[in-house]
C-alpha cells in the first residue's frame, strides 16, 4: 500500500500561530478531503488570522492532478491567513517553485534545506 498524508499541528504561542505541516508520499485528493475541514476547524474562532507556517516536504514524492487543484482552491481560499511560509525541501525544483509562488503569494514564502533555519526565519520579526 502507497503511504501518503498531510500532518498538521497548530500552535498558538502568545498572540502569535504557528503551523506545522509535513507532506509525504504522493498527495491524493483524499488528503485535502480530509485536511481541509480539520485546518478550517482549527482557525474558525481566530479574529484577523496571522499564522507562520512551516512545510516540511523533503518526503513528497508529488500530487496526483485532482490533489493540485485542491491544493490552488486552498491557497486561493486561505492565502492571505498566512504572513510567512518557510517551506523545508531537497529539490532544486521546489526551491524554483517557491520563488515563483512568492510572487503570488500576499505573505512572505521562503524555501530552506533545513528546519533550524526555517524556524528561524518564522520567528523573526
Known amino acids: ?12 504561542l ?13 498527495i491524493k485528493h483524499e488528503d485535502y478531503e480530509f ?22 516536504i523533503t518526503k513528497i514524492e508529488g500530487w496526483e492532478l485532482h ?4 491544493d490552488l482552491k486552498f491557497g ?11 517551506l523545508i525541501g531537497n529539490d532544486k525544483l ?5 520563488k515563483v509562488t ?3 503569494t500576499p505573505g512572505a514564502m521562503k524555501y530552506f534545506d533545513n528546519k533550524e533555519d526555517a524556524k528561524n526565519w518564522l520567528e523573526e520579526k
Open 102 to 104: 512568492n510572487w503570488f
Open 14 to 26: 502568545k498572540d502569535e500561530f504557528y503551523c506545522y505541516m509535513e507532506i509525504e508520499g504522493k
Open 67 to 70: 490533489a493540485a487543484w485542491d
Open 94 to 98: 521546489y526551491e524554483y517553485g517557491t
Open 35 to 56: 485536511f481541509v475541514p480539520v485546518f478550517e476547524n482549527a482557525i474558525k474562532d481566530i479574529k484577523d488570522v496571522h499564522i507562520k507556517l512551516l512545510v516540511d
Open 1 to 12: 500500500m502507497e503511504k501518503h498524508a498531510i500532518s498538521f499541528r497548530m500552535i498558538n
Open 76 to 86: 486561493l481560499k486561505h492565502g492571505t491567513e498566512f504572513s510567512k511560509i518557510a
